[in-house]
């Protein structure tokens, strides 16, 4: 079974950055879709960013431009470098892998969470005025 571990949260005033990193465990991880999933206190979980299997990369909107999302299939990493924060990004932030996908994979898909079996325990980021 797949384990994911997070890292790399904390706390930062507004304007500043963070990057999270994503470990997995599992044998395979080329072959699979991976994204990042927050959810505010009181709020639904919501995506974040994701990245398909061959690459391709789809962001929610409230984050394009500020976050860039990455992969490394020979480290079995991903990571989210999150910069120009706004208090509105605290959140838990979860890290999520597919089940094995197609090579291209379209947006519907990547940024849907009902597409990943398995998550990560959750990092918190808080961001202050």
């Known amino acids: 079974q797949v384990q994911l571990v997070e890292s790399g949260g904390g706390s930062v005033q507004a304007g500043g950055s963070l990057t999270l990193s994503c470990a997995a465990s599992g044998r395979i991880f080329n072959d699979r879709a991976m994204a990042w999933f927050r959810q505010a206190p009181g709020k639904e979980r919501e995506f974040v960013a994701g990245i398909s299997r061959s690459g391709e990369i789809y962001y929610s909107d409230s984050v394009k431009d500020r976050f860039t999302i990455s992969r490394d299939n020979a480290k079995k990493t991903v990571s989210l470098q999150m910069n120009s924060l706004k208090p509105d990004d605290t959140a838990v932030y979860y890290c999520?892998?597919?089940?094995?996908?197609?090579?291209?994979?379209?947006?519907?898909?990547?940024?849907?969470?009902?597409?990943?079996?398995?998550w990560g325990q959750g990092t918190q980021v808080t961001v202050s005025s």
């Open positions: 999520a892998q597919s089940p094995r996908v197609a090579f291209f994979a379209p947006r519907e898909y990547v940024a849907d969470q009902k597409t990943y079996a398995a």
